[in-house]
Protein backbone atom coordinates (compact mmCIF):
# COMPACT_ATOMS: atom_id res chain seq x y z
CA UNK A 1 0.00 0.00 0.00
CA UNK A 2 2.39 2.52 0.76
CA UNK A 3 4.70 1.35 -2.21
CA UNK A 4 1.25 2.38 -4.09
CA UNK A 5 1.01 5.76 -2.58
CA UNK A 6 4.74 6.05 -3.00
CA UNK A 7 4.25 4.98 -7.17
CA UNK A 8 1.28 7.94 -7.08
CA UNK A 9 3.40 10.78 -5.37
CA UNK A 10 3.85 13.55 -7.62
CA UNK A 11 7.53 15.35 -8.43
CA UNK A 12 7.75 18.28 -5.74
CA UNK A 13 10.33 19.38 -9.08
CA UNK A 14 11.66 18.78 -12.67
CA UNK A 15 10.40 18.95 -15.78
CA UNK A 16 6.74 18.49 -15.10
CA UNK A 17 6.49 18.63 -11.37
CA UNK A 18 4.53 21.33 -9.50
CA UNK A 19 7.18 22.97 -7.71
CA UNK A 20 7.99 24.56 -11.82
CA UNK A 21 4.54 25.29 -12.14
CA UNK A 22 4.91 27.11 -9.14
CA UNK A 23 8.59 29.05 -10.27
CA UNK A 24 6.93 29.68 -14.33
CA UNK A 25 3.34 30.63 -12.55
CA UNK A 26 3.97 32.88 -9.12
CA UNK A 27 4.27 35.77 -10.82
CA UNK A 28 0.91 35.68 -12.27
CA UNK A 29 -0.91 34.93 -8.20
CA UNK A 30 1.49 38.00 -7.19
CA UNK A 31 -0.38 40.00 -9.31
CA UNK A 32 -3.67 38.85 -8.44
CA UNK A 33 -2.82 39.61 -5.12
CA UNK A 34 -1.82 43.56 -5.99
CA UNK A 35 -4.98 43.65 -8.23
CA UNK A 36 -6.88 42.70 -4.65
CA UNK A 37 -5.07 44.90 -2.89
CA UNK A 38 -5.81 48.17 -5.57
CA UNK A 39 -9.53 46.89 -5.56
CA UNK A 40 -9.29 47.56 -1.40
CA UNK A 41 -7.57 50.65 -1.61
CA UNK A 42 -9.73 52.13 -3.98
CA UNK A 43 -12.87 51.17 -2.11
CA UNK A 44 -11.45 52.32 1.25
CA UNK A 45 -10.97 55.76 -0.43
CA UNK A 46 -12.27 58.33 2.43
CA UNK A 47 -10.92 55.93 4.90
CA UNK A 48 -7.35 57.49 5.71
CA UNK A 49 -6.26 54.23 7.90
CA UNK A 50 -8.12 51.64 6.07
CA UNK A 51 -5.63 52.85 3.36
CA UNK A 52 -2.69 52.90 4.64
CA UNK A 53 -2.89 49.65 5.70
CA UNK A 54 -3.40 48.26 2.31
CA UNK A 55 -0.51 50.37 1.33
CA UNK A 56 1.55 49.38 3.81
CA UNK A 57 0.33 45.70 2.81
CA UNK A 58 1.21 46.10 -0.69
CA UNK A 59 4.87 47.35 0.12
CA UNK A 60 5.58 44.33 2.38
CA UNK A 61 4.23 41.75 -0.44
CA UNK A 62 6.99 43.16 -2.74
CA UNK A 63 9.42 42.69 0.45
CA UNK A 64 8.38 39.25 0.20
CA UNK A 65 7.83 38.17 -3.20
CA UNK A 66 11.89 39.18 -3.73
CA UNK A 67 12.82 37.37 -1.19
CA UNK A 68 10.50 33.90 -2.73
CA UNK A 69 11.64 35.15 -5.99
CA UNK A 70 15.05 34.61 -4.90
CA UNK A 71 13.90 31.01 -3.12
CA UNK A 72 12.68 29.57 -6.19
CA UNK A 73 14.65 30.73 -9.29
CA UNK A 74 18.00 30.60 -7.25
CA UNK A 75 19.60 33.64 -9.48
CA UNK A 76 23.32 33.21 -9.66
CA UNK A 77 24.22 36.17 -7.84
CA UNK A 78 21.87 37.05 -5.57
CA UNK A 79 23.22 39.94 -4.26
CA UNK A 80 21.69 42.47 -6.07
CA UNK A 81 18.11 41.23 -5.60
CA UNK A 82 18.91 41.19 -1.33
CA UNK A 83 19.87 44.45 -1.79
CA UNK A 84 16.63 45.37 -3.90
CA UNK A 85 14.96 43.56 -1.26
CA UNK A 86 16.22 46.03 1.73
CA UNK A 87 15.96 48.79 -0.15
CA UNK A 88 11.86 47.47 -0.70
CA UNK A 89 12.41 46.76 3.00
CA UNK A 90 13.95 50.52 4.11
CA UNK A 91 10.86 51.98 2.30
CA UNK A 92 8.47 50.29 3.95
CA UNK A 93 10.02 51.54 6.56
CA UNK A 94 9.90 55.29 5.91
CA UNK A 95 6.22 54.44 4.78
CA UNK A 96 5.09 53.11 8.19
CA UNK A 97 6.41 56.41 9.47
CA UNK A 98 4.75 58.88 6.97
CA UNK A 99 1.96 57.39 5.61
CA UNK A 100 0.84 54.84 8.19
CA UNK A 101 1.60 56.14 11.82
CA UNK A 102 -0.31 59.83 10.62
CA UNK A 103 -3.29 58.00 9.67
CA UNK A 104 -3.28 55.91 13.05
CA UNK A 105 -2.76 59.31 14.75
CA UNK A 106 -5.29 60.86 12.54
CA UNK A 107 -3.43 63.63 10.74
CA UNK A 108 -2.32 64.01 7.52
CA UNK A 109 1.10 63.56 5.48
CA UNK A 110 3.62 66.00 5.48
CA UNK A 111 6.61 67.31 3.63
CA UNK A 112 8.96 67.12 4.62
CA UNK A 113 8.68 64.25 6.70
CA UNK A 114 11.31 63.47 9.21
CA UNK A 115 10.91 59.67 7.48
CA UNK A 116 12.58 62.00 4.04
CA UNK A 117 15.98 60.59 5.25
CA UNK A 118 14.47 56.82 5.10
CA UNK A 119 13.43 57.65 1.62
CA UNK A 120 16.37 58.70 -0.05
CA UNK A 121 18.22 55.66 2.00
CA UNK A 122 15.91 53.44 -0.05
CA UNK A 123 16.33 54.99 -3.49
CA UNK A 124 20.41 54.61 -3.02
CA UNK A 125 19.99 51.37 -1.85
CA UNK A 126 17.64 50.12 -4.95
CA UNK A 127 20.38 52.36 -7.50
CA UNK A 128 23.16 50.51 -6.21
CA UNK A 129 21.63 47.20 -7.06
CA UNK A 130 20.87 48.22 -10.18
CA UNK A 131 23.93 48.97 -11.02
CA UNK A 132 25.34 45.81 -9.26
CA UNK A 133 23.00 43.80 -11.92
CA UNK A 134 24.12 46.30 -15.04
CA UNK A 135 27.76 45.21 -13.97
CA UNK A 136 26.98 41.19 -14.20
CA UNK A 137 25.06 41.67 -17.23
CA UNK A 138 27.86 44.24 -19.01
CA UNK A 139 30.05 42.94 -21.69
CA UNK A 140 33.04 45.38 -23.51
CA UNK A 141 32.83 48.88 -23.71
CA UNK A 142 29.44 48.86 -25.18
CA UNK A 143 28.09 52.37 -23.79
CA UNK A 144 24.73 52.93 -26.09
CA UNK A 145 21.92 51.43 -23.49
CA UNK A 146 23.81 53.97 -20.97
CA UNK A 147 23.89 57.00 -23.77
CA UNK A 148 20.23 55.79 -24.76
CA UNK A 149 19.57 55.77 -20.86
CA UNK A 150 21.02 59.47 -20.09
CA UNK A 151 19.32 60.48 -23.07
CA UNK A 152 16.03 59.70 -21.90
CA UNK A 153 16.31 60.33 -17.89
CA UNK A 154 17.22 63.97 -18.99
CA UNK A 155 14.46 64.68 -21.23
CA UNK A 156 12.09 63.23 -17.80
CA UNK A 157 14.12 65.63 -15.42
CA UNK A 158 13.87 68.36 -17.80
CA UNK A 159 10.18 67.81 -17.45
CA UNK A 160 10.07 67.85 -13.94
CA UNK A 161 12.40 70.58 -13.53
CA UNK A 162 9.66 72.97 -15.08
CA UNK A 163 6.48 70.91 -13.91
CA UNK A 164 7.28 70.16 -10.23
CA UNK A 165 10.88 71.35 -8.76
CA UNK A 166 11.16 74.98 -10.15
CA UNK A 167 7.09 75.47 -8.45
CA UNK A 168 8.17 74.16 -5.35
CA UNK A 169 11.50 75.92 -5.03
CA UNK A 170 9.82 78.68 -5.48
CA UNK A 171 7.42 78.19 -2.86
CA UNK A 172 8.28 80.77 0.65
CA UNK A 173 6.45 78.03 2.50
CA UNK A 174 9.24 75.70 2.08
CA UNK A 175 11.85 75.47 4.81
CA UNK A 176 15.39 75.47 3.18
CA UNK A 177 15.16 71.58 4.17
CA UNK A 178 12.44 71.06 2.40
CA UNK A 179 13.34 73.19 -1.06
CA UNK A 180 16.77 70.89 -0.45
CA UNK A 181 14.85 67.43 -0.77
CA UNK A 182 12.34 69.45 -3.38
CA UNK A 183 15.85 69.31 -5.43
CA UNK A 184 17.23 66.38 -4.48
CA UNK A 185 14.60 63.26 -4.86
CA UNK A 186 14.18 64.49 -8.60
CA UNK A 187 18.36 64.12 -9.08
CA UNK A 188 17.99 61.39 -7.23
CA UNK A 189 15.09 60.14 -9.81
CA UNK A 190 17.01 60.52 -12.77
CA UNK A 191 19.92 58.53 -11.68
CA UNK A 192 17.27 55.91 -10.50
CA UNK A 193 15.41 56.22 -14.04
CA UNK A 194 19.19 56.17 -15.94
CA UNK A 195 20.29 53.06 -14.42
CA UNK A 196 16.86 51.06 -14.76
CA UNK A 197 16.57 51.99 -18.49
CA UNK A 198 20.04 51.28 -19.40
CA UNK A 199 19.09 47.80 -17.67
CA UNK A 200 16.23 47.35 -19.79
CA UNK A 201 17.72 48.40 -22.63
CA UNK A 202 20.28 45.31 -22.64
CA UNK A 203 17.45 42.69 -21.93
CA UNK A 204 17.80 40.00 -24.17
CA UNK A 205 16.72 36.46 -23.05
CA UNK A 206 16.03 38.26 -19.72
CA UNK A 207 13.57 41.13 -20.56
CA UNK A 208 10.23 39.48 -18.48
CA UNK A 209 11.85 40.19 -15.57
CA UNK A 210 13.97 43.50 -16.41
CA UNK A 211 10.94 45.49 -18.41
CA UNK A 212 9.06 44.93 -14.84
CA UNK A 213 11.95 46.47 -13.32
CA UNK A 214 12.39 49.78 -15.95
CA UNK A 215 8.43 50.19 -15.45
CA UNK A 216 9.52 49.70 -11.58
CA UNK A 217 11.27 52.85 -11.73
CA UNK A 218 9.64 54.83 -14.22
CA UNK A 219 5.94 54.53 -11.90
CA UNK A 220 8.05 55.94 -9.38
CA UNK A 221 9.07 58.84 -11.37
CA UNK A 222 5.71 59.22 -12.25
CA UNK A 223 4.28 58.90 -8.93
CA UNK A 224 6.95 61.78 -7.37
CA UNK A 225 5.97 63.97 -10.13
CA UNK A 226 2.07 63.37 -9.60
CA UNK A 227 2.85 63.90 -5.80
CA UNK A 228 4.81 66.97 -6.36
CA UNK A 229 2.37 68.72 -8.78
CA UNK A 230 -0.60 68.27 -5.71
CA UNK A 231 1.98 69.98 -3.41
CA UNK A 232 2.88 72.86 -5.56
CA UNK A 233 -1.01 73.58 -6.44
CA UNK A 234 -1.99 72.42 -2.58
CA UNK A 235 -4.37 70.36 -3.87
CA UNK A 236 -2.31 66.88 -3.01
CA UNK A 237 -4.09 64.45 -0.02
CA UNK A 238 -3.66 61.31 1.12
CA UNK A 239 -4.74 58.57 -1.28
CA UNK A 240 -4.78 60.29 -4.28
CA UNK A 241 -4.23 58.98 -7.24
CA UNK A 242 -0.59 59.87 -7.30
CA UNK A 243 -0.38 56.83 -4.93
CA UNK A 244 -2.00 54.78 -7.28
CA UNK A 245 1.88 55.02 -9.01
CA UNK A 246 3.50 54.19 -6.07
CA UNK A 247 1.04 51.15 -5.21
CA UNK A 248 2.17 50.13 -8.90
CA UNK A 249 5.88 50.36 -8.32
CA UNK A 250 5.42 47.41 -5.64
CA UNK A 251 3.72 45.44 -8.18
CA UNK A 252 6.12 46.11 -11.05
CA UNK A 253 9.00 44.72 -8.12
CA UNK A 254 7.14 41.57 -7.30
CA UNK A 255 6.22 40.79 -10.78
CA UNK A 256 10.32 41.24 -11.45
CA UNK A 257 11.46 39.09 -8.74
CA UNK A 258 8.80 36.80 -9.43
CA UNK A 259 9.27 36.26 -13.48
CA UNK A 260 11.30 33.29 -14.45
CA UNK A 261 12.80 35.22 -16.41
CA UNK A 262 14.60 36.65 -13.38
CA UNK A 263 17.18 33.83 -12.98
CA UNK A 264 18.69 35.33 -17.05
CA UNK A 265 19.44 38.52 -15.73
CA UNK A 266 22.74 37.42 -13.73
CA UNK A 267 22.81 33.81 -16.08
CA UNK A 268 23.48 35.49 -19.31
CA UNK A 269 25.64 38.55 -20.90
CA UNK A 270 23.50 41.46 -22.82
CA UNK A 271 24.09 41.35 -26.32
CA UNK A 272 24.50 44.87 -28.00
CA UNK A 273 22.89 45.19 -30.97
CA UNK A 274 22.03 48.42 -33.47
CA UNK A 275 18.88 50.34 -32.36
CA UNK A 276 15.52 49.83 -34.11
CA UNK A 277 13.75 52.76 -35.60
CA UNK A 278 11.47 53.09 -32.84
CA UNK A 279 13.48 53.93 -30.30
CA UNK A 280 16.29 56.21 -32.72
CA UNK A 281 12.63 58.24 -33.24
CA UNK A 282 12.08 58.48 -29.15
CA UNK A 283 15.38 59.77 -28.95
CA UNK A 284 15.28 62.20 -31.10
CA UNK A 285 12.20 63.58 -29.30
CA UNK A 286 13.61 63.21 -26.21
CA UNK A 287 16.51 65.41 -27.84
CA UNK A 288 14.30 68.41 -29.16
CA UNK A 289 12.20 68.25 -25.13
CA UNK A 290 14.96 69.93 -23.73
CA UNK A 291 15.03 73.20 -26.19
CA UNK A 292 11.31 72.98 -25.99
CA UNK A 293 11.38 73.36 -22.13
CA UNK A 294 14.05 76.02 -22.83
CA UNK A 295 11.23 78.23 -24.84
CA UNK A 296 8.46 77.34 -22.16
CA UNK A 297 10.26 78.96 -18.91
CA UNK A 298 11.45 81.96 -20.57
CA UNK A 299 8.06 82.87 -22.38
CA UNK A 300 7.01 82.70 -18.40
CA UNK A 301 9.83 84.74 -17.29
CA UNK A 302 12.00 82.44 -15.55
CA UNK A 303 15.52 83.42 -15.37
CA UNK A 304 17.47 80.41 -13.29
CA UNK A 305 15.60 77.67 -14.74
CA UNK A 306 16.18 78.59 -18.55
CA UNK A 307 19.72 78.40 -17.61
CA UNK A 308 19.68 75.39 -16.04
CA UNK A 309 17.58 73.60 -19.15
CA UNK A 310 20.11 75.41 -21.75
CA UNK A 311 22.82 73.40 -19.89
CA UNK A 312 20.68 70.26 -19.87
CA UNK A 313 20.09 70.68 -24.04
CA UNK A 314 23.76 71.23 -24.22
CA UNK A 315 24.49 67.91 -22.41
CA UNK A 316 21.74 66.14 -24.75
CA UNK A 317 23.35 67.65 -27.97
CA UNK A 318 26.56 65.84 -26.77
CA UNK A 319 25.17 62.71 -25.82
CA UNK A 320 22.57 62.57 -28.96
CA UNK A 321 25.80 63.07 -30.75
CA UNK A 322 28.33 60.37 -29.14
CA UNK A 323 25.02 58.19 -29.70
CA UNK A 324 25.25 59.07 -33.59
CA UNK A 325 28.84 58.33 -33.43
CA UNK A 326 28.06 54.88 -31.64
CA UNK A 327 25.58 53.61 -34.03
CA UNK A 328 27.96 54.82 -37.08
CA UNK A 329 30.46 52.82 -35.85
CA UNK A 330 28.41 49.77 -34.83
CA UNK A 331 26.93 50.00 -38.08
CA UNK A 332 30.42 50.02 -39.72
CA UNK A 333 31.27 47.26 -37.63
CA UNK A 334 28.50 44.98 -38.42
CA UNK A 335 29.14 45.99 -41.89
CA UNK A 336 32.90 44.27 -41.53
CA UNK A 337 31.30 41.44 -39.08
CA UNK A 338 29.12 40.46 -41.79
CA UNK A 339 31.62 40.77 -44.87
CA UNK A 340 34.25 38.50 -42.42
CA UNK A 341 31.20 35.74 -41.99
CA UNK A 342 30.76 36.06 -46.09
CA UNK A 343 33.88 35.56 -46.60
CA UNK A 344 34.48 32.52 -44.03
CA UNK A 345 31.09 31.11 -46.34
CA UNK A 346 33.02 31.69 -49.30
CA UNK A 347 36.44 30.04 -47.76
CA UNK A 348 34.37 27.41 -47.15
CA UNK A 349 32.89 26.18 -49.84
CA UNK A 350 34.70 23.77 -52.22
CA UNK A 351 34.25 26.33 -54.93
CA UNK A 352 36.78 28.68 -56.73
CA UNK A 353 35.37 32.10 -56.16
CA UNK A 354 36.58 35.08 -58.12
CA UNK A 355 35.18 38.43 -57.80
CA UNK A 356 36.57 41.22 -60.45
CA UNK A 357 36.43 45.12 -60.96
CA UNK A 358 34.31 45.03 -64.68
CA UNK A 359 36.46 48.08 -65.51
CA UNK A 360 39.66 47.41 -64.42
CA UNK A 361 40.10 43.47 -64.58
CA UNK A 362 41.14 43.85 -61.27
CA UNK A 363 40.43 41.36 -58.53
CA UNK A 364 38.24 42.57 -55.70
CA UNK A 365 38.01 38.96 -53.93
CA UNK A 366 39.83 35.30 -54.79
CA UNK A 367 38.98 32.64 -51.56
CA UNK A 368 41.52 30.33 -51.13
CA UNK A 369 40.04 28.02 -53.05
CA UNK A 370 40.88 29.21 -56.31
CA UNK A 371 44.39 29.06 -55.68
CA UNK A 372 44.25 25.32 -54.86
CA UNK A 373 42.14 24.40 -58.26
CA UNK A 374 44.31 26.78 -60.13
CA UNK A 375 47.84 25.84 -58.67
CA UNK A 376 48.78 29.53 -58.63
CA UNK A 377 47.37 32.98 -57.37
CA UNK A 378 44.28 34.18 -59.59
CA UNK A 379 44.36 37.61 -57.76
CA UNK A 380 48.01 38.10 -59.53
CA UNK A 381 46.06 37.93 -63.06
CA UNK A 382 44.69 41.59 -64.13
CA UNK A 383 42.81 41.44 -67.16
CA UNK A 384 40.39 39.13 -69.28
CA UNK A 385 43.16 37.90 -71.49
CA UNK A 386 42.78 35.04 -70.18
CA UNK A 387 44.07 32.50 -67.39
CA UNK A 388 48.19 30.76 -67.66
CA UNK A 389 48.33 26.65 -67.71
CA UNK A 390 44.35 26.82 -69.29
CA UNK A 391 43.72 24.08 -71.92
CA UNK A 392 40.57 23.26 -74.06
CA UNK A 393 39.96 19.56 -72.69
CA UNK A 394 41.75 16.71 -74.15
CA UNK A 395 44.21 18.87 -76.27
CA UNK A 396 47.76 20.96 -76.15
CA UNK A 397 45.72 23.81 -77.56
CA UNK A 398 45.59 27.25 -74.88
CA UNK A 399 41.37 27.52 -73.92
CA UNK A 400 40.71 30.68 -76.26
CA UNK A 401 39.95 33.74 -74.46
CA UNK A 402 37.12 34.89 -75.92
CA UNK A 403 35.57 31.50 -74.86
CA UNK A 404 35.99 32.33 -71.04
CA UNK A 405 32.57 33.44 -68.99
CA UNK A 406 34.12 36.19 -67.15
CA UNK A 407 34.54 37.60 -71.10
CA UNK A 408 30.75 36.20 -72.07
CA UNK A 409 29.94 37.83 -68.88
CA UNK A 410 31.30 41.66 -69.56
CA UNK A 411 28.44 41.18 -72.14
CA UNK A 412 25.91 41.09 -69.71
CA UNK A 413 25.25 37.16 -70.25
CA UNK A 414 25.62 34.34 -67.42
CA UNK A 415 27.97 32.07 -69.30
CA UNK A 416 29.24 28.27 -68.39
CA UNK A 417 32.12 26.28 -70.17
CA UNK A 418 33.15 22.29 -68.53
CA UNK A 419 35.78 21.88 -71.61
CA UNK A 420 38.23 23.34 -69.64
CA UNK A 421 41.89 21.96 -68.33
CA UNK A 422 43.97 23.26 -66.05
CA UNK A 423 47.81 21.89 -65.51
CA UNK A 424 48.40 21.86 -62.15
CA UNK A 425 52.01 20.20 -61.36
CA UNK A 426 52.11 17.06 -63.16
CA UNK A 427 48.58 16.66 -63.60
CA UNK A 428 45.38 18.10 -65.46
CA UNK A 429 42.23 18.98 -63.93
CA UNK A 430 39.35 19.40 -65.39
CA UNK A 431 36.97 22.60 -64.45
CA UNK A 432 33.52 23.60 -64.81
CA UNK A 433 33.67 27.37 -65.26
CA UNK A 434 30.32 30.10 -64.48
CA UNK A 435 30.26 33.56 -64.56
CA UNK A 436 27.90 35.87 -64.16
CA UNK A 437 27.27 39.90 -64.36
CA UNK A 438 26.95 42.08 -61.11
CA UNK A 439 24.96 45.26 -62.09
CA UNK A 440 24.57 48.50 -60.00
CA UNK A 441 21.70 50.09 -62.11
CA UNK A 442 22.38 49.52 -65.43
CA UNK A 443 25.85 49.91 -65.59
CA UNK A 444 27.52 45.80 -64.94
CA UNK A 445 29.84 46.73 -61.78
CA UNK A 446 31.57 43.37 -60.67
CA UNK A 447 32.13 40.06 -63.05
CA UNK A 448 31.64 36.87 -60.50
CA UNK A 449 33.51 33.89 -61.72
CA UNK A 450 33.06 30.56 -59.65
CA UNK A 451 34.79 27.17 -60.43
CA UNK A 452 35.23 23.74 -59.42
CA UNK A 453 37.08 21.04 -60.01
CA UNK A 454 34.87 18.38 -61.95
CA UNK A 455 37.65 15.58 -62.59
CA UNK A 456 36.14 12.80 -60.87
CA UNK A 457 33.45 13.41 -62.27
CA UNK A 458 34.30 13.55 -65.82
CA UNK A 459 36.31 10.37 -65.05
CA UNK A 460 33.04 8.76 -63.64
CA UNK A 461 31.37 9.91 -66.89
CA UNK A 462 34.31 8.69 -69.06
CA UNK A 463 33.92 4.96 -67.26
CA UNK A 464 30.14 5.16 -67.51
CA UNK A 465 30.80 5.58 -71.25
CA UNK A 466 33.34 3.09 -71.56
CA UNK A 467 30.74 0.85 -69.82
CA UNK A 468 27.84 1.87 -72.48
CA UNK A 469 30.04 1.48 -75.27
CA UNK A 470 33.14 -1.13 -74.43
CA UNK A 471 32.21 -4.94 -74.24
CA UNK A 472 32.91 -6.55 -71.08
CA UNK A 473 34.04 -9.44 -71.96
CA UNK A 474 36.60 -8.42 -74.46
CA UNK A 475 37.51 -4.91 -73.89
CA UNK A 476 37.01 -3.91 -77.29
CA UNK A 477 33.98 -1.55 -78.60
CA UNK A 478 30.02 -3.28 -78.32
CA UNK A 479 27.91 -2.75 -80.96
CA UNK A 480 26.76 0.56 -79.46
CA UNK A 481 30.38 2.16 -79.26
CA UNK A 482 31.49 0.55 -82.89
CA UNK A 483 28.70 2.11 -84.39
CA UNK A 484 29.88 5.69 -82.79
CA UNK A 485 32.93 4.99 -83.59
CA UNK A 486 32.20 3.84 -87.10
CA UNK A 487 29.62 6.55 -88.19
CA UNK A 488 32.41 9.68 -87.02
CA UNK A 489 35.03 7.57 -89.20
CA UNK A 490 32.75 7.19 -91.96
CA UNK A 491 31.90 10.95 -92.28
CA UNK A 492 35.27 12.14 -92.11
CA UNK A 493 36.45 9.01 -95.26
CA UNK A 494 33.50 11.02 -97.29
CA UNK A 495 34.68 14.53 -96.12
CA UNK A 496 38.02 13.69 -96.89
CA UNK A 497 36.97 11.57 -100.25
CA UNK A 498 38.72 8.46 -99.51
CA UNK A 499 38.34 4.71 -99.28
CA UNK A 500 38.03 2.34 -96.38
CA UNK A 501 37.16 -1.26 -95.92
CA UNK A 502 35.04 -2.68 -93.47
CA UNK A 503 35.10 -6.32 -92.03
CA UNK A 504 32.79 -8.85 -90.56
CA UNK A 505 34.31 -11.18 -88.47
CA UNK A 506 33.03 -14.45 -87.61
CA UNK A 507 34.58 -16.99 -85.22
CA UNK A 508 34.01 -20.04 -86.11
CA UNK A 509 32.39 -23.33 -84.10
CA UNK A 510 31.85 -21.32 -81.16
CA UNK A 511 29.29 -23.02 -80.51
CA UNK A 512 30.81 -26.47 -80.52
CA UNK A 513 33.67 -24.85 -78.29
CA UNK A 514 31.21 -24.34 -75.40
CA UNK A 515 28.75 -27.32 -76.00
CA UNK A 516 32.30 -29.72 -76.10
CA UNK A 517 34.34 -27.46 -73.62
CA UNK A 518 32.20 -25.61 -71.63
CA UNK A 519 31.59 -21.52 -71.80
CA UNK A 520 34.67 -20.93 -70.17
CA UNK A 521 36.77 -22.20 -72.87
CA UNK A 522 34.30 -20.60 -75.54
CA UNK A 523 34.63 -17.10 -73.28
CA UNK A 524 38.51 -17.36 -73.61
CA UNK A 525 38.39 -18.54 -77.72
CA UNK A 526 36.35 -14.98 -77.90
CA UNK A 527 38.72 -13.34 -75.72
CA UNK A 528 41.77 -14.71 -77.91
CA UNK A 529 39.93 -13.38 -81.37
CA UNK A 530 39.43 -9.99 -79.79
CA UNK A 531 43.38 -9.70 -78.78
CA UNK A 532 44.28 -11.13 -82.42
CA UNK A 533 42.12 -8.59 -83.79
CA UNK A 534 43.03 -5.91 -81.60
CA UNK A 535 46.98 -6.83 -82.68
CA UNK A 536 45.86 -6.23 -86.23
CA UNK A 537 44.65 -2.61 -86.61
CA UNK A 538 46.27 0.35 -86.64
CA UNK A 539 45.35 3.22 -84.15
CA UNK A 540 42.76 4.79 -86.11
CA UNK A 541 40.83 1.71 -86.72
CA UNK A 542 37.95 1.12 -85.59
CA UNK A 543 36.97 -2.88 -83.96
CA UNK A 544 34.10 -3.74 -82.00
CA UNK A 545 32.68 -6.97 -80.79
CA UNK A 546 28.53 -6.47 -82.52
CA UNK A 547 27.05 -9.98 -80.83
CA UNK A 548 27.98 -13.42 -79.94
CA UNK A 549 30.82 -14.62 -82.31
CA UNK A 550 30.74 -11.61 -84.61
CA UNK A 551 33.28 -8.90 -84.89
CA UNK A 552 33.32 -5.90 -87.32
CA UNK A 553 36.76 -3.66 -88.15
CA UNK A 554 36.68 -0.34 -90.22
CA UNK A 555 40.15 -0.28 -91.75
CA UNK A 556 40.50 3.30 -92.48
CA UNK A 557 44.19 3.38 -94.50
CA UNK A 558 42.49 0.39 -97.03
CA UNK A 559 41.15 1.17 -99.84
CA UNK A 560 40.73 -2.08 -101.74
CA UNK A 561 39.96 -5.82 -101.28
CA UNK A 562 43.43 -6.35 -102.45
CA UNK A 563 44.15 -4.50 -99.01
CA UNK A 564 41.73 -6.71 -97.36
CA UNK A 565 43.18 -9.89 -98.16
CA UNK A 566 46.37 -8.60 -96.91
CA UNK A 567 45.34 -7.88 -93.77
CA UNK A 568 43.73 -11.06 -93.47
CA UNK A 569 46.72 -13.14 -94.25
CA UNK A 570 48.76 -11.02 -91.29
CA UNK A 571 45.83 -12.20 -89.45
CA UNK A 572 46.20 -16.01 -90.63
CA UNK A 573 49.65 -15.57 -89.59
CA UNK A 574 48.67 -14.58 -85.95
CA UNK A 575 45.82 -16.92 -85.23
CA UNK A 576 48.37 -19.99 -86.49
CA UNK A 577 51.38 -18.79 -83.96
CA UNK A 578 48.41 -18.45 -81.27
CA UNK A 579 46.85 -22.37 -82.15
CA UNK A 580 50.36 -23.71 -81.97
CA UNK A 581 51.76 -22.04 -78.62
CA UNK A 582 47.97 -21.89 -77.29
CA UNK A 583 47.29 -25.03 -74.90
CA UNK A 584 43.68 -25.09 -76.00
CA UNK A 585 41.58 -28.49 -76.97
CA UNK A 586 40.08 -26.43 -80.17
CA UNK A 587 41.71 -24.36 -82.78
CA UNK A 588 40.75 -21.24 -83.84
CA UNK A 589 39.35 -20.16 -86.76
CA UNK A 590 37.63 -17.37 -88.26
CA UNK A 591 35.61 -16.43 -91.71
CA UNK A 592 35.67 -12.91 -93.12
CA UNK A 593 33.57 -10.97 -94.92
CA UNK A 594 34.88 -7.25 -96.39
CA UNK A 595 33.37 -4.59 -98.49
CA UNK A 596 34.79 -1.44 -99.83
CA UNK A 597 33.44 2.05 -99.60
CA UNK A 598 34.18 5.54 -100.39
CA UNK A 599 32.34 9.32 -100.89
CA UNK A 600 30.64 7.71 -103.84
CA UNK A 601 28.96 4.39 -101.72
CA UNK A 602 25.68 5.13 -100.51
CA UNK A 603 23.98 4.00 -97.15
CA UNK A 604 24.87 3.82 -94.14
CA UNK A 605 27.18 2.00 -91.58
CA UNK A 606 24.76 -0.68 -91.13
CA UNK A 607 24.03 -1.04 -95.11
CA UNK A 608 28.19 -1.58 -95.06
CA UNK A 609 27.89 -4.23 -91.98
CA UNK A 610 25.36 -6.20 -93.82
CA UNK A 611 27.50 -6.13 -97.29
CA UNK A 612 30.45 -7.38 -94.96
CA UNK A 613 27.95 -9.62 -93.75
CA UNK A 614 27.10 -11.46 -96.83
CA UNK A 615 30.16 -11.61 -97.73
CA UNK A 616 31.41 -13.49 -95.36
CA UNK A 617 28.43 -15.85 -95.57
CA UNK A 618 29.97 -16.30 -98.99
CA UNK A 619 33.05 -17.30 -98.28
CA UNK A 620 31.75 -19.78 -96.02
CA UNK A 621 29.38 -21.09 -98.36
CA UNK A 622 32.33 -21.55 -100.85
CA UNK A 623 33.96 -23.76 -98.99
CA UNK A 624 30.68 -25.85 -98.02
CA UNK A 625 31.27 -25.43 -94.39
CA UNK A 626 34.62 -26.66 -94.32
CA UNK A 627 37.49 -25.38 -93.48
CA UNK A 628 39.36 -23.31 -95.41
CA UNK A 629 42.83 -23.02 -96.37
CA UNK A 630 44.40 -21.65 -92.84
CA UNK A 631 42.54 -20.58 -89.95
CA UNK A 632 41.51 -17.57 -91.63
CA UNK A 633 38.93 -17.44 -94.92
CA UNK A 634 38.02 -14.43 -96.65
CA UNK A 635 35.53 -13.51 -99.20
CA UNK A 636 35.13 -9.65 -100.22
CA UNK A 637 32.46 -7.54 -102.22
CA UNK A 638 33.47 -4.45 -104.56
CA UNK A 639 31.69 -1.65 -105.02
CA UNK A 640 28.39 -2.03 -106.77
CA UNK A 641 28.64 -5.77 -106.38
CA UNK A 642 25.08 -7.01 -106.35
CA UNK A 643 24.35 -9.51 -103.55
CA UNK A 644 25.78 -13.08 -103.91
CA UNK A 645 28.31 -11.87 -106.52
CA UNK A 646 31.68 -12.94 -105.47
CA UNK A 647 34.38 -11.00 -106.17
CA UNK A 648 37.09 -12.29 -103.86
CA UNK A 649 38.97 -15.43 -104.11
Request: glycine share 10%; aromatic share 6%.
Amino acid sequence: MSADAGARTPPIDGAGGPCRGVRERSWLGYAILWLALLAAYVTANGHDLAQAIVFTVANLASVLAILVGIRLHRPTRRQPWYLLATGQAVYLAANITWYLAPAVEGRPTAFPSPSAELFLLSYLISALALLQLIRARRVGGDWSAMLDALIIAIAFSCVNLVLVVAPQLAETSLTPYGQLLAGIYPFLDMIFLVLAIRLFLGAGGARGALAPLAAWAAALLLADIAYGLGQVRSAGQDGDWSFLGYLASFLFMGVAALHPAMRAVTAEREQPRIAGRVRLIALGLCGILAPGMVVATVSKGHRAIPIILACASALMFVLLMLRVGDLISKIIKAGHAERQRLQQFLEAIPIGVDVRDAETARPVYVNKVAGHLLGYDPAQVIGYDGYPHLFTSGTAEPFPPERLPLVQALRGNVSSVDDIEVEHGAQRRHLRVVAAPIREGERIRYVLTAFTDITAEHRMADELRQLAVVDELTGVNNRRGFLLAARTELALARQARRAGVLLFIDVDGLKAINDRHGHSAGDSALLSAADLLRASIRRHDVLGRIGGDEFCVMLTEASTLGDADQWAGRLRERVARHNESAREHYRLAVTVGATVFDHDTPGTIEDLMARADEAMYQARAQDDGRPGKGPVRINGRARGARPHEPTGP
